[in-house]
């Protein structure tokens, strides 16, 4: 009998192994989009697309307005259906799949949803409690002074910039607990600090192996993990 054959013997994956002597380990790949077409109305805002992000990659999807960069990201996260197409999670289709696969991802839309008569340290506790997340008022003051919100977090959103109301809305990827992230213009009013921070916190979810995907007019150079970039043309 051979080695691998014995009861009891453990599997070793070759290419992994390869892999560890090349000096490197390639990451598993967690999202796979094959052949993806959207139209909408009457006009086709892309079709064939076809992509594959490993654990640890950041991909930044540019291209002027109307060329379909939400509505990618809104198909992505299940909230719109391609005209064809296939995206799978994980090796799974993301139809089959259903919860498990959203209950992975994090979207934020250009459309921050914060509502305007609750705190900021509201505003988090209970966008966590619509996703099934219980975070205590301590955790949510510590999330939102990390944000840049200290002094502010007990007055009504109303009275808050458009940036730190954007800041409000960046808070949940700090509680959220999700591998995919699908951002959709969250850069738009922040300053150099705020976009600092936010760069930052893509690369400690990249270095934990999570995916975020960014739909952006601005560039976002990131230290960690790999990035793609995604150019969508009208």
């Known amino acids: 009998m051979a080695e691998s054959e014995r009861p009891g013997a453990t599997k070793v994956d070759l290419s992994l192994v390869i892999s560890y002597i090349c000096g490197s380990v390639v990451a598993p790949t967690l999202l796979e989009v094959k052949k993806l077409e959207c139209v909408r ?7 064939g697309l076809d992509f594959s992000l490993p654990a640890g990659t950041y991909l930044q999807v540019t291209g002027p307005n109307g060329s379909g960069k939400t509505s990618l990201l809104r198909i ?51 966008s966590n409690a619509l996703n099934g997340i219980f975070i205590s008022k301590e955790l949510a003051l510590e999330v939102i002074t990390r944000i840049g919100l200290a002094g502010r977090e007990s007055l009504p959103a109303r009275l808050l910039s458009e940036g730190q109301r954007r800041r409000v809305a960046l808070a949940r990827l ?3 607990g999700t591998k995919l992230w ?13 976009v600092a921070l936010i760069r930052s916190l893509i690369e400690e979810h ?21 990035s793609q970039r995604l150019e969508l043309a009208t």
Do not use: M
């Not at 934990?208 to 790999?226: C, K």
């Open 41 to 47: 109305g009457d006009r086709r805002l892309f079709s």
């Open 76 to 126: 992505l996260c299940g909230l719109l259906a391609p005209a064809e197409g296939e995206i799978k999670w994980e090796g799974e289709n993301i139809r089959s799949l259903a919860e498990d696969y959203f209950t992975s991802v994090t979207y934020l839309g250009h459309r921050h949803n914060v509502k305007d008569e609750l705190s900021a340290i509201e505003n988090l506790r209970i």
């Open 174 to 176: 700090l509680t959220c």
């Open 182 to 194: 699908l951002l959709d213009e969250v850069l738009s009013s922040l300053d150099k600090g705020a």
């Open 206 to 226: 990249l270095a934990g192996g999570g995916i975020a995907i960014v739909a952006t007019h601005q560039d976002l150079s990131v230290a960690t993990g790999s």
